[in-house]
């Protein structure tokens, strides 16, 4: 059985800045005066639109301290250094972005504003190939360093916006409590 992923985000590495037809050809440029959180939007095969947010080199703590609430037993915390910065999707790719790269849409929740699904780990090296060879460029799937990176926005908490998790998201407790 194939697995699958609910949501599936994009990273464009230094040679996909052609992507954002800016640097394409000179890596050492795309690194000099970008600051993280600087965006482009980029066109995608089929022509959807894509919103790429840059993550600049960096070091970070990956992994959790032994106190976190919820920690797992191999989230050791260790200093991670990220030597180039990258491109990540800003948001999920939609079901939109996905029809337009690979002319199908396997999502059982249909509505082209909605995060692909369904959808498995081939399928997205497939979507990853096709930007790639479109873009003359490399695309892929982030690390999990990378991801881990992103995800904390600079934080030293357990969530991008604070220690609990209520504070940054709508998830089963709030459901009971609101409409």
């Known amino acids: 059985m194939k697995a699958k992923f609910m949501t599936m985000w994009l990273v464009a590495l230094v040679s996909a800045l052609s992507l954002a037809g800016q640097d394409a050809g000179n890596?050492?440029?795309?690194?000099g005066g970008r600051k993280?959180?600087?965006?482009?939007?980029?066109?995608l095969p089929g022509g959807a639109k894509m919103e790429m947010i840059w993550c600049a080199?960096?070091?970070f703590q990956m992994g959790s301290p032994a106190g976190e609430q919820g920690r797992i037993s191999n989230e050791t915390l260790h200093s991670v250094t990220l030597t180039r910065g990258f491109w990540l999707g800003k948001y999920?790719?939609?079901?939109?972005?996905?029809e337009s790269v690979m002319r199908t849409n396997h999502s059982r929740f249909k509505y082209?504003?909605?995060?692909?699904?369904n959808i498995s780990?081939?399928?997205c090296e497939a979507f990853m190939k096709?930007?790639?060879?479109?873009?003359g460029g490399k695309a892929r799937l982030?690390?999990?360093a990378e991801w881990e990176y992103a995800c904390r926005a600079g934080s030293n908490t357990p969530f991008s916006g604070g220690g609990d998790v209520s504070e940054v998201a709508w998830y089963l407790r709030h459901a009971r409590k609101h409409p």
């Open 112 to 117: 082209k504003d909605n995060p692909v699904e």
């Open 27 to 31: 890596p050492a440029a795309s690194q």
């Open 142 to 144: 982030p690390t999990e």
């Open 121 to 123: 780990w081939h399928d």
């Open 92 to 98: 999920e790719v939609t079901q939109r972005q996905w």
């Open 36 to 43: 993280s959180g600087e965006t482009r939007t980029v066109t």
């Open 57 to 59: 080199p960096g070091t």
């Open 130 to 135: 096709r930007i790639g060879s479109a873009f």
